[in-house]
């Protein structure tokens, strides 16, 4: 399942921002305070609401008052998700709706709650899920494509509070297929949150088959995939070898105190360096490899500046692993500062973000009929957009 569009309204910049006919890999630039981990935190809202509850996911951010666009209250916050997905052995546009408003006294509440996709080629989308203020109704037989609309048998339901996604749980069940499907795609979204530091270290023995966010399992998932995967594991050194100069191999080692840390060898030295005494870039090179080649890719990677503790020359063949995860079927967004990055990115893949009195605006790159002309003749994304062409013809 791809995400084709989202549109969002009144998430703190995000005034109203859609993009539209997203790529597999996509690739977000724009001046510091454009918006750009705003977006990226659309989808951290979401996977948080639907794993405790939109008040809570909204507290994480400060409350309702400090996400909703300043002076939009009223209007609440709007956010529309567009993706494709397989029902009935066909792949059909879904739609999901989402509107959230806050009472009196502050408290945020879903105002309406739609999952909607077309029965035939013709006609208007139906509405297969349809929740406000925590009850509506769901199609138990969506999939009966044969049988009337009249006819389909809605299965309405109370949920326990207004500010729980009605897809949290009616997704649980097959039977509504196209809430079970998104549900399961939120849930295996990935929003990174990177740290090095947490990254680095022992860690107490144990057992993790996917990175965290974080990446403070790094260890224990090298370990998993050495010991179930062991060729992915050897395909993920090849490409350290070939990014990291010098690292021809990387283990998970036990140490005397019964943790687990990770040792780099390096081809001019006899002993492994523990990772405490390898440079930030490898390390994260290594995790962001772990990440790509998980034998069950997420079917969305959002990272924040991957560019950051790694050497320039290694950010083109980056963006070249991301593009490899993308076309294996896993869905890519980044947001980037670096030309380097850039450079390895082609302008249809990327989308410039500026900010308009104080609300964040989108433009894909190649819309402008200058920039694809000159991509067109050779030049690169980031050669470009450090001469500031992309502020001048998309601004």
């Known amino acids: 399942m791809r995400i084709e569009s989202i549109s969002v309204k009144n998430y703190k910049a995000l005034g109203d921002a859609a993009l539209t006919d997203l790529p597999p890999f996509a690739v977000f630039v724009g001046p510091n305070g454009s918006g750009k981990s705003t977006l990226f935190d659309v989808f951290g809202f979401l996977k948080d609401a639907l794993s405790s509850n939109v008040r809570q996911a909204l507290q994480r951010r400060g409350g309702y008052s400090e996400v909703v666009t300043r002076g939009r209250a009223e209007e609440g916050i709007q956010l529309e998700i567009q993706f494709r997905m397989h029902i009935a052995d066909v792949e059909r546009l879904v739609t999901y709706h989402l509107s959230i408003k806050a009472n009196h006294r502050g408290i945020p509440y879903i105002d309406r709650e739609i999952l909607r996709y077309k029965r035939g080629s013709y006609g208007s989308p139906f509405h297969f899920l349809d929740f406000c203020r925590g009850e509506g109704f769901a199609i138990r037989n969506e999939e009966n494509f044969q049988m009337p609309e009249t006819e389909l048998e809605r299965e309405y339901h109370q949920l326990d509070s207004p500010d729980i996604l009605a897809i949290k749980g009616l997704g649980q069940f097959q039977r509504f297929r196209a809430a079970s499907g998104f549900r399961q795609l939120i849930e295996n979204w990935y929003v990174s949150d990177f740290h090095i530091t947490a990254a680095r270290g022992s ?138 990055f850039l450079n390895g990115v082609q302008l249809g893949e990327v989308y410039w973000l500026e900010k308009h009195d104080g609300i964040t605006q989108a433009h894909r790159a190649a819309d402008s009929q200058l920039l694809k002309r000159l991509c067109d003749e050779g030049d690169l994304p980031g050669y470009l957009w450090k001469q500031g062409l992309f502020a001048s013809q998309l601004g």
């Open 203 to 340: 860690k107490d023995v144990g057992y993790a088959e996917r990175l965290s966010e974080s990446g403070d399992n790094l260890p224990l998932v090298a370990q998993y995939m050495y010991e179930q995967h062991p060729e992915v594991f050897n395909e993920v050194i090849s490409k350290m070898q070939k990014r990291v100069p010098g690292i021809s191999s990387v283990e998970a080692d036990t140490t005397t105190d019964g943790r687990l840390v990770l040792k780099y060898q390096d081809g001019a030295f006899k002993d492994p360096f523990i990772d405490r005494f390898v440079s930030d870039g490898t390390v994260k090179m290594f995790a962001y490899l772990i990440l790509l080649y998980d034998p069950e890719p997420h079917p969305l990677l959002c990272v924040e500046e991957p560019e950051n503790q790694l050497y320039p020359e290694l950010l083109e063949e980056l963006a070249e692993e991301f593009r490899e995860y993308a076309h294996r079927g896993g869905q890519v967004l980044v947001s980037t500062h670096s030309p380097d």
